[in-house]
């Protein structure tokens, strides 16, 4: 799991209302929930956003309501992954569940500019500020789950699998 | 080691002998929840993956109250798929209409939801039914989806943080205001990932509405749930309702807490949460001149007959400041009936207010109540996150029912005693 692109930063407590405002969850259209990600925070997120760009968010990233047309607008906005450095439990559940990669790290925020490039490298555990000359960061491991998880392609397709395999050994 | 209620209820919904906080766990689930915004997505993603019946139909509850009675063509589109889904599957308990109520009002209050439960809703606020001494708490659309397939969901089992709340209540205050001042202490993720356990001697003097509202408002310091120990006063609650057995479960005395917070609730006084957090809090003698647009009473967190009894107390004879918008919301049929019955809708309607029917409405910016730019409100909801209840310029200050009636007679933020 690698990631490269341009950073989106944001602050400490990004809560649901801010990712996807209530007023647009009546659809589960996830092009139509990507044209208004981050709307009122940044009017102009979703037409800057370019696909494989990357948010960067401090503690608490995705607090509040449990919608999750919020980890789907991020992620059909183009964003490739969100590195925080802590993420409220039902957004982290909810994007591991539909595959939305995502990683904590309590050092990044403070070396990183939005506009900036940044590698992920989810295996093995690190970040590169590109054209940076600084020692990689280093990011939190994903609990074997939740690698389970990512690896299957979210919980649906993770239970499907498991039910195949349960099958085929009877 | 000693084992907390949390981690009980949960062992007795697998097959483990042990379990302890930090472990991962497949579980059973007793009731699985979710609504008309959160439900289309499960539906959908259930029926892709192959999903022809539901786990157990009298386990499964769809409630649409979110954006009913229908808002517009959208969300009229997605009430029509939870709608087609619970009829399709047959589920046991059905609302709609007239019997829709506020789910996290609802489900208790028609005794589907008991003590030594595990709950899991498609909603945030499912964290409510803690109250009860069940263990409860919101997931998203995806792992609604999988238990309304499998009957089990995947939990990390929580470390507790111990909340001992100890003395007497001062006048005014409630539930409201005891759970506003401990968030406003530990911050909006001060139990990320945590139980919180609700103990001490004031407990027992908390009436299931404070312990609803406080156990409602966990996920608001960011905790998985929040749990009180059942008692007397939980046991006289559900002994009219249930149709099943429930069981009481409480920690050991030398069950592990990750954390304890000492409140002497002697001190507190009627809370505040000024915008745009709910850790935002300060107490009614702080507040200063803050004039006022609305006022909403009702939400899952105080839309209870309690919360209107204490409202129409203050407002009965009085009637809101001509510059105030008052809403008043019962959040299930029985609440708007006893209010009825109780008088309290003829007090609301002398004191100018709008009586709306149970629904979720402005408590998200839904409708029902929506807020220009510039307009501030007092709610009795959850959060006052920017743009929660309308116009991202507009703000909401989050308070108890008392708070709010005083404030909508004086047309600023106040509390009852200063009528």
């Keep these: 799991m690698k990631f490269r692109g341009k950073v989106w930063k944001f602050g400490d407590n990004i809560d649901t209302d801010a990712i996807i405002p209530a007023r647009y969850l009546t659809t589960t259209d996830p092009a139509e929930l990507a044209r208004h990600c981050m709307e009122d925070l940044d009017a102009e997120f979703a037409a800057k956003v370019g696909a494989d760009d990357i948010i960067v968010a401090g503690e608490n990233f995705g607090c509040g309501s449990s919608r999750e047309h919020a980890p789907i607008a991020i992620k059909a906005a183009g964003i490739a992954c969100v590195v925080a450095r802590s993420f409220a439990r039902i957004f982290y559940r909810n994007a591991f569940n539909m595959g939305l990669p995502i990683f904590e790290s309590a050092e990044l925020w403070d070396r990183v500019a939005g506009g900036q490039h940044i590698e992920v490298d ?12 600084a020692q990689p960061l280093s990011i939190e491991p994903i609990p074997p789950f939740m690698q389970e998880l990512i690896r299957d392609g979210g919980l649906m397709r993770h239970i499907a699998l498991k039910k195949q395999h349960a099958q085929g050994r009877k | 080691m000693g084992m907390t209620i949390t981690e009980k209820i949960l062992r007795d919904h697998t097959d483990l002998k042990e379990l302890h906080a930090g472990m991962l766990i497949n579980a059973r689930v007793d009731i699985a929840l979710g609504n008309d915004i959160t439900a289309p997505f499960a539906i959908e993603e259930f029926q892709k993956a192959g999903g022809t019946d539901v786990f157990d139909r009298d386990r499964v509850i769809l409630v649409p109250d979110h954006f009913t009675p229908n808002k517009d063509i959208q969300s009229a589109a997605q009430c029509k798929v939870l709608r087609e889904f619970v009829r399709r599957q047959n589920l046991s308990h059905t609302f709609d209409g007239g019997t829709v109520g506020i789910e996290h009002a609802l489900l208790p209050e028609q005794g589907l939801v008991l003590p030594g439960d595990l709950v899991i ?60 001042n401990i968030i406003g202490r530990i911050g909006v993720d001060g139990a990320r990932y945590r139980a919180m356990e609700f103990t001490g001697d004031t407990v027992a003097r908390l009436g299931m509405a404070d312990r609803f509202t406080m156990a409602n408002m966990v996920i608001e310091a960011g905790a998985k749930n929040g749990i009180f120990i059942p008692d007397d006063v939980t046991e006289a609650y559900v002994r009219e309702r249930a149709k099943r057995k429930w069981k009481f479960y409480d920690s050991d005395p030398d069950a592990v807490y990750a954390s304890t917070l000492d409140v002497d609730v002697s001190k507190i006084e009627p809370q505040v949460a000024f915008p745009h957090l709910p850790s935002n809090t300060r107490g009614i003698s702080e507040v200063g001149e803050i004039r006022i647009d609305q006022v909403v009473i009702g939400s899952c967190t105080n839309g209870r007959i309690e919360d209107l009894r204490v409202a129409a107390g203050i407002l009965k004879g009085r009637e809101a400041a001509p510059s105030v918008r008052l809403i008043v919301i019962p959040a299930t049929p029985a609440i708007y009936r006893a209010a009825l019955q109780e008088g309290l809708i003829e007090i609301f309607l002398n004191a100018n207010a709008v009586i709306s029917p149970p629904t979720c409405g402005p408590c998200l910016g839904g409708y029902m109540g929506i807020l220009a730019d510039g307009e501030r409100a007092v709610a009795t909801t959850n959060r006052n996150f920017v743009g929660r209840m309308g116009h991202t310029g507009s703000e909401v200050y989050l308070a108890s029912p008392a708070v709010a009636a005083a404030s909508a007679v004086l047309g600023r933020i106040a509390g009852p005693d200063s009528l």
């Design chain 2, 121 to 180: 809703g498609a909603d945030s606020h499912t964290c409510t039914y803690g109250a009860l001494g069940a263990f409860a708490t919101g997931v998203g659309s995806t792992d609604l989806a999988a238990v309304m397939l499998t009957g089990e969901a995947w939990f990390k089992v929580p470390e507790s943080m111990k909340i001992v709340l100890h003395g007497n209540l001062r006048r005014w205050v409630s539930g409201k205001d005891l759970i506003l």
């Design chain 1, 122 to 133: 989810g295996d093995a555990g690190k970040i590169i500020i590109v054209g940076s000359e």
